[in-house]
C-alpha cells in the first residue's frame, strides 16, 4: 500500500518559498514518515540534518532530546543550535541549514515553556503525531507571533486549524470544505499558490488604485 506524493507538492514548495512564505508541515503521521515527505516535497532540504525531538520519561520528570533521524547519538540543542556527539561539541548551526521536526508530546511540553516561543514558530519545520486540537494550537500559536498564517487540509482532522487561520484552503469537498474559506476545485497545493497570488495582486491594485484617488484631488 502506498500513498505517493502528488505530482505538484514539490512545485507548490518552491513557489511559495519563492515568494518568502515560510512553509511548515503539520500531520497526525509518524514522525519519520512526516520527515520523508517533508524532504521529497522541499519543505525540509535532503541534504541538511534533521533532528527529531521526543519526550524521554524518566521517574523524576520529561526530558525532550532532539537526535539526528540518521544518527541517533548526535544531539542537537534547540536554544542554542549546538551540536554535540557523546557529550563533546561537534558544530553549531544556523536556523537555515537545520531541519527540526517534532511530535505532540513534545510540543505540548515546549508550549509551556516561554523560552521556546521562538523556536517553535520560526525553526519547526514538522508538528507530527498532532491531534485536531493540536493542529489549532499550532495555527494559533504561529498567529500569536504577529505572523499571517494559511492552512491547507484535507479531512475532518484539519476543520479546527482550517477555522482558525487566517485563510483556510480544504482540498476536499467534504468536511473540510464546510469549514475553511476556500476550496480547491483541483484539490492540489498549487491551489494555495494561485490564492495568494490573487491576494497579492489585489492588495497592489488596491494599493494602486488609493494612490490614482489621491493623485487627482
Not at 512526516?34 to 523524576?60: H, M, N, Q, R, W
Not at 468536511?175 to 497592489?204: N, Q
Request: proline share 3%; glycine share 6%; net charge positive.
Amino acid at each position: 500500500m502506498r500513498n505517493e506524493l502528488k505530482p505538484d507538492s514539490a512545485q507548490s514548495i518552491y513557489h511559495m518559498k519563492k515568494g518568502r512564505i515560510r512553509t511548515a508541515m503539520i500531520t497526525g503521521d509518524n514522525i519519520y514518515t512526516a520527515i520523508y515527505i517533508a524532504k521529497k516535497s522541499g519543505i525540509i532540504d535532503p541534504a541538511l540534518p534533521c533532528f527529531v525531538g521526543e519526550v524521554k520519561k524518566t521517574k523524576a520528570e520529561k526530558e525532550i532530546i532532539f537526535k539526528n533521524s540518521d544518527q541517533s547519538k548526535t544531539v542537537l540543542d534547540p536554544l542554542t543550535l549546538r551540536v554535540t556527539k557523546f557529550g563533546q561539541l561537534q558544530e553549531t548551526l544556523n536556523v537555515d541549514s537545520v531541519g527540526i521536526a517534532i511530535d505532540a508530546d513534545t510540543w505540548r511540553l515546549l508550549t509551556n515553556d516561554p523560552r521556546y516561543d521562538y523556536f517553535l514558530t520560526h525553526q519547526v519545520q514538522i508538528f507530527a503525531r498532532m491531534r485536531p486540537l493540536d493542529k489549532q494550537d499550532v495555527v494559533v500559536k504561529f498567529i500569536s507571533d504577529g505572523q499571517v498564517t494559511g492552512m491547507i487540509g484535507d479531512g475532518a482532522n484539519d476543520c479546527a486549524a482550517l477555522g482558525v487561520a487566517h485563510f483556510g484552503v480544504a482540498l476536499s469537498v467534504a468536511e473540510a470544505s464546510l469549514i475553511a474559506p476556500f476550496t480547491a476545485k483541483s484539490l492540489s497545493t498549487m491551489s494555495a499558490v494561485d490564492l495568494v497570488k490573487e491576494g497579492r495582486c489585489c492588495l497592489v491594485n488596491a494599493f494602486a488604485s488609493f494612490k490614482f484617488t489621491i493623485s487627482i484631488l
